[in-house]
């Protein structure tokens, strides 16, 4: 069974920034890919970015160029490093594991943490 418990989360200014982190319990990097997915109110789950087992990254076009998601395979931790925050990038951010192979559906999602940009 697959813990992932995500922290980072804040209220932040417009332009400002936040590293969200998902730490994994149990061997999940070995050919699975981690990432997140987010929801703003009234809306449905959309991908942000993913990491595969390989180190390959995928990226939402709202978020290219200003997000970057990394990995730490001895802490058994994804990290989503969030620059130049804009409202729209309020919403609940899930961290997930899925195998590399599919994007949807995931294996493992984690409780989620609340992004607010707001000033």
């Known amino acids: 069974q697959v813990q992932l418990v995500e922290s980072g989360g804040g209220l932040v200014q417009p332009g400002g920034s936040l590293r969200l982190s998902c730490a994994a319990s149990?061997?999940?990097?070995?050919?699975?890919?981690m990432g997140w997915y987010r929801q703003a109110p009234g809306k449905e789950r959309k991908l942000v970015a993913r990491?595969?087992?390989?180190?390959?990254?995928n990226y939402a076009d709202s978020v290219k160029g200003r997000f970057t998601i990394s990995k730490d395979n001895a802490k058994n931790t994804v990290y989503l490093q969030m620059n130049s925050l804009k409202p729209e990038d309020t919403a609940v951010y899930h961290c997930?594991?899925?195998?590399?192979?599919?994007?949807?559906?995931?294996?493992?999602w984690g409780q989620g943490t609340q992004v607010t940009v707001s000033s």
């Open positions: 997930f594991v899925a195998p590399d192979y599919r994007v949807w559906p995931v294996d493992y």
């Open positions: 149990g061997s999940t990097f070995s050919s699975n890919a």
């Open positions: 990491i595969t087992s390989g180190g390959s990254t």
